[in-house]
T-cell receptor, first 109, second 112 residues
Framework: AQRVTQPEKLLSVFKGAPVELKCNYS??????LFWYVQYSRQRLQLLLR??SRESIKGFTADLNKGETSFHLKKPFAQEEDSAMYYC???????????FGKGTRLSVIA | KAGVTQTPRYLIKTRGQQVTLSCSPI?????VSWYQQTPGQGLQFLFE???????NKGNFPGRFSGRQFSNSRSEMNVSTLELGDSALYLC???????????FGPGTRLTVL
């Protein structure tokens, strides 16, 4: 069964500090991992996906198959990064996205 | 390209009633998925439709049902509403051969 775990419900950091949002997954095959973000009063939107290996808004995430993790990182947090972040996994074939319960990031000025 | 749209945006119902929510996907997208979002449980998958056929189903009771029309628009129905059904219901559409989901703004359902 597919499972995504985000151990932190809430993460508070000061502006300019590094940020790491943790995501661990459970899946027997080769997954596709995503990070979605939901800013206040906005719809859920894709932030990045592991296959693109991009840096979006200064965020990066590396898939670590050995540790089954896909942590989201940013070296210097900005106030506009405050939002709800969801890690999601898609398995092979036409399987639905499975989401973690989300981590609320609060960046304090 | 217009994004995913959902109607209505807000609904208030009482226990025992039924409700129908509507979703229009991005033009060209044939896959539509529905999720229930609550503060305690996050996003939980309800079901997915592709070309008018239910392709995947989550672990929700039979009171939750859906359908998809030939123009890819989808509806979700919840019968015999319970207080616990109060949630934000999100619809997402996806292109063929892609796992990326594009989300609508959601329908906020409140059951009194």
């Amino acid at each position: 069964a597919q499972r995504v775990t985000q151990p932190e419900k809430l993460l508070s950091v000061f502006k300019g500090a590094p940020v790491e949002l943790k995501c661990n997954y459970s899946y027997s095959g080769s997954p596709e991992l995503f990070w979605y973000v939901q800013y206040s009063r906005q719809r859920l939107q894709l932030l990045l996906r592991h296959i693109s290996r991009e840096s979006i808004k200064g965020f990066t995430a590396d898939l670590n198959k050995g540790e089954t993790s896909f942590h989201l990182k940013k070296p210097f947090a900005q106030e506009e990064d405050s939002a709800m972040y969801y890690c999601a996994l898609s398995g092979s074939g036409n399987t639905p996205l499975v989401f973690g319960k989300g981590t609320r990031l609060s960046v304090i000025a | 390209k217009a994004g995913v749209t959902q109607t209505p945006r807000y609904l208030i119902k009482t226990r025992g009633q039924q409700v129908t929510l509507s979703c229009s996907p991005i033009s060209g997208h044939r896959s539509v998925s529905w999720y229930q979002q609550t503060p305690g449980q996050g996003l939980q998958f309800l079901f997915e439709y592709f070309s008018e056929t239910q392709r995947n189903k989550g672990n929700f009771p039979g009171r939750f049902s859906g359908r998809q029309f030939s123009n890819s628009r989808s509806e979700m129905n919840v019968s015999t509403l319970e207080l616990g059904d109060s949630a934000l219901y999100l619809c997402a559409s996806g292109a063929q051969y892609s796992n990326e989901q594009f989300f609508g703004p959601g329908t906020r359902l409140t059951v009194l």
